[in-house]
């Protein structure tokens, strides 16, 4: 952590915590080269596994200037006579590591791996790939972490720090030039063809590697569809008032959570009306007792990342209840466990690189319209963000999806808060007929983890042909019912 900062800098870099983690920019620096393959050992992973580097231009016009390295990390089929296209994943974010998240799908996709290599590179900008990291200060107060007004002043010096970097020219951090990186890695494989796995932002990334090389793709599975022309900051606000909406209907419609919480809508309108609220309360990870002031902005925060996970949503209806009451820790204990366990490894220079470039340019473009609740105060801290932010210019044709000349499975959770199906759905028609549509109506965001999911993707890739693909059985995954409201066990508690 850089101490050195004056004390307004210092304070600005905690309060951007809760949003997304907030920035002191850690000293990571690449060095140039590129590396065959070699044994390597990865936290996480029991077995010895591949790694490689391969030096790259951060501004492909100048190939002579600045360079980046691509860190890239193979599993090896377990099978002698292996396929010979491996499965690529493309991590979420944008920001994630997809080197680090390898060890949590390993195990759900070891059938693809008995014939095929897994392949897990590092987009530009994220693990050790040219980083553009903001430290996690998530171990501050709670005020430290809700506080929103400081925001902007945090970003503000995150991005000097950024812009000292060797390669802190930002305008060449974005999706395009992040899959061109990608094909050159296949090509360093000598993989004439692969097939991709990508999930959230993973599924933008998919579909531009779509777009600029679709020879080089045999089967394609996007999870939480985040199309290009999806303006992010703005959809943002209505998908996750669709969500609350049907978490609220359907509380009315089940006889055990009406029962329990027979006036829950007026409960939430009570809530908001009753902010901002001065409260003293225990910090869910440490128990101290802190006093802090919530908002009406804080609160939507923290009622969105429950949101994400069925399991965790249904007890925002108790959460929303107490917090009515003026009983806060349900509510703060459900949003500090929706959020990631490695959320601080988020590569948030990297993230803002790729929306200020991709997404805030467009929002006056978009026709989406901000949820009644959660209105557009999202957009508006993105814009602000992202006035200063550099950008580089994206090409119409980056916000166009073709017609797809290989089998592409889409996967959607009818509960998810920022990928709802509306988005896939639109993709699957511009893909054409070799693509489907599969919609899980009670999975949250992220559908291919589903236990049934194990079986049923590896199937998809490993069909012979697309005929073959396209009737592969994946209605396993509809059968999963939608949680129950929880029920406190503890008595005395009133709901």
């Known amino acids: 952590m850089n101490d050195n900062l004056p004390a307004p800098a210092r304070r600005a870099r905690r309060a951007f915590a809760w949003l997304l983690p907030a920035c002191a920019v850690l000293g990571l620096s690449a060095q140039a080269g590129t590396q065959d393959l070699g044994p390597c050992r990865v936290p996480g992973i029991k077995t010895e596994v591949q790694c490689g580097v391969l030096s790259r231009a951060l501004d492909p016009s100048q190939q002579a200037g600045v360079r980046i390295d691509v860190h890239y990390m193979v599993v090896p089929a377990v099978a002698r006579r292996k396929k010979p296209d491996p499965v690529f994943f493309l991590a979420g974010g944008p920001g994630q590591s997809a080197i680090k998240v390898a060890p ?17 590179v590092d987009q530009r900008g994220t693990g050790r790939s ?5 430290e996690d200060l998530r171990q501050g107060t709670l005020a430290q972490q809700l506080e929103t007004d400081l925001r902007e002043t945090a970003m503000a010096q995150c991005l000097v ?9 930002l305008r060449h951090f974005s999706t395009l030039l992040a899959m061109q990186d990608l094909d050159a890695v296949r090509e360093k494989l000598g993989a004439s063809k692969i097939n991709l796995i990508g999930a959230s932002y993973g599924t933008r990334a998919a579909l531009e590697y779509l777009r600029q090389f679709p020879a080089a793709v045999r089967r394609t599975v996007i999870d939480g569809v985040a199309p290009p022309d999806m303006v992010l900051p703005v959809s943002f606000s209505g998908d996750a008032q669709a969500a609350l909406e049907a978490l609220l209907l359907a509380c009315e419609k089940e006889t055990a959570c ?9 409960r939430w309108e009570q809530l908001l009306a009753s902010l901002p609220q001065k409260v003293r309360v225990a910090q869910p990870l440490s128990g101290r007792i802190e006093s802090l002031t919530i908002t009406r902005e804080m609160v939507l925060g923290l009622i969105h990342g429950p949101l994400y996970s069925p399991a965790l949503a249904s007890a925002l209806p108790f959460a929303i209840g107490q917090a009515a009451l003026g009983r806060w820790e349900a509510l703060l204990g459900l949003a500090f466990t929706a959020q990631p366990a ?6 948030m220079g990297m993230h803002f690189s790729v929306v200020c470039a991709e997404d805030v340019p467009r929002i006056k473009m978009s026709l ?8 557009d ?8 963000i992202c006035a200063d932010w550099p950008r580089g210019d994206m090409p119409a044709g980056f916000y166009t999806v073709a017609n797809a000349s290989s089998a592409v499975l889409l996967l959607s959770g009818g509960m998810d808060p920022v990928t709802p199906p509306h988005h896939a759905q639109r993709v699957a028609q511009a ?8 919609v899980v109506p009670n999975a949250g965001h992220g559908v291919m983890t589903l236990p049934c999911m194990r079986d049923a993707l590896p199937r998809f890739i490993d069909a012979e042909d697309d005929a073959q693909a396209a009737t592969v059985d994946l209605s396993c995954a509809g059968h999963s019912p939608r949680p129950p409201a929880f029920v406190p066990v503890l008595q005395g508690v009133t709901p």
């Open 377 to 384: 105060d999202f957009a508006r801290t993105y814009q602000r």
């Open 104 to 120: 949590m799908l390993l195990q759900q996709f070891a059938r693809l791996n008995n014939r095929r290599d897994l392949v897990f």
């Open 368 to 375: 989406d319209k901000p949820g009644k609740d959660f209105g």
């Open 342 to 347: 490695r959320a601080g490894d988020l590569a």
């Open 258 to 266: 009406r029962t329990l919480h027979p006036a829950l809508r007026q």
């Open 161 to 169: 720090q950024l812009k000292k970097l060797p390669y802190g020219d």
């Open 130 to 134: 040219a980083p553009l990291l903001c």
């Open 431 to 438: 893909l054409g007929t070799k693509a489907r549509h599969v």
